[in-house]
């Protein structure tokens, strides 16, 4: 059986730049990038913040780029999940092949609200990225879903280029911190609509409206707003960690030796693509490092 030095598990950004680095520091190298690869940028169209690009990259292109380096310094891509991995002995048993080392860099997924139409108008308007797509919205109406810290956090981005932030939130509180609340009651652009969901996003092409109801003290729910107008949905209601394989170390942070782990699977703060990016180079650099310490025949 074939033996890696480097399993890597994700191709988003954190798993491709892992990648890069590994095979260009000779390393035997293969990445198990799913049955979808790529990770959020695919869902994504311009990026605008990624160092290199001053006229901006459509996400899916950018991966492209990302996985075509990989390859060119040799590194093998696997389009399957990882089921299992598993230390066995010296090496990980990943699926069916065995690695020395392993980097987990199998992302997360943002929390969406699953409306009719919200997947449909992602890129069209409808955002989990304010400061990826603040840009896009100068002088138009927005709308935030949320009441946690992230909730008001995109709100006051996107405050510095739309005309108007709603915040739209499903109870009568808050649960962001206090800091957060007072800036985000205090911005004179920012409203906020509390016992209020929205049922879909309306438009053809782009967002141009949102379908909202809200409740009475039993909780009942009704239709509020037919069509309340805005030209983006910034959906911000939290972020699942693709973290079911670290379930198999269950001392996590305590981790094997030669198991690294790399970007938004164990980032909820800035979970940008250039962060994931550089956790992906620490990790690979991590793993070098460590194999180069490992007696020679370990295996
Ligand atoms: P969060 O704290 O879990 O808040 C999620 C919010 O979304 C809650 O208000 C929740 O409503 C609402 N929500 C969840 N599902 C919903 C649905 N289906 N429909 C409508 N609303 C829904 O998540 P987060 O804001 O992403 O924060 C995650 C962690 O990162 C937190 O610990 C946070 O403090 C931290 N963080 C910190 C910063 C900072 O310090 N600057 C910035 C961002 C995040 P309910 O309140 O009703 O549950």
């Known amino acids: 059986m074939e033996i890696y030095d480097v399993a890597i598990i994700g191709s988003g950004p954190a798993g491709l730049t892992a990648a890069i680095y590994a095979s260009r520091a000779n390393l035997k190298t293969v990445v198990t990038a799913g049955s979808k690869w790529g990770g959020q940028l695919m869902l994504t169209t311009t990026v605008e913040n990624f160092p290199g690009f001053p006229d901006g990259i459509q996400g899916p292109e950018l991966m492209e780029k990302m996985k075509t380096q990989a390859e060119k310094f040799g590194t093998k891509i696997i389009y399957e999940d990882a089921t299992t991995v598993e230390k066995d002995g010296n090496l990980f048993a990943?699926?069916?092949?065995?690695?020395?080392?392993v980097i987990i860099a199998s992302g997360a997924n943002t929390m969406w609200l699953n409306l009719p139409n919200e997947q449909r108008l992602i890129g069209h308007g409808v955002s989990s990225c304010a400061p990826c797509d603040a840009f896009f919205f100068k002088g138009k109406k927005v709308a935030v879903v949320g009441g946690g810290d992230s909730a008001m956090e995109e709100a006051l981005v996107l405050t510095k280029f739309a005309s108007e932030v709603t915040i739209i939130h499903r109870r009568d509180a808050f649960r962001a911190s206090k800091i957060m609340q007072e800036r985000v009651l205090d911005n004179p652009k920012i409203?906020?609509?509390f016992n209020s969901r929205v049922t879909d996003v309306l438009g053809t092409d782009k967002v141009e409206g949102l379908k909202i109801e809200d409740c009475d003290l039993n909780e009942n729910w009704k239709l509020k707003i037919e069509n309340f107008p805005v030209d983006g949905l910034f959906v911000?209601?939290?972020?699942?960690?693709?973290?079911?394989?670290?379930?198999n170390f269950p001392d996590y942070p305590n981790l094997p030796d030669g198991l690294f782990i790399a970007g938004d699977v164990i980032d909820a703060k800035y979970k940008q693509a250039i962060t994931a990016a550089?956790?992906?180079?620490?990790a690979a650099m991590d793993a070098e490092k460590w194999l180069d310490n490992q007696p020679k025949n370990s295996e």
């Open 94 to 101: 990943v699926n069916s092949y065995q690695a020395k080392s």
């Open 236 to 247: 911000a209601i939290g972020h699942k960690p693709n973290d079911e394989l670290l379930k």
């Open 278 to 282: 550089a956790a992906g180079c620490q």
């Open 191 to 193: 409203k906020v609509m």
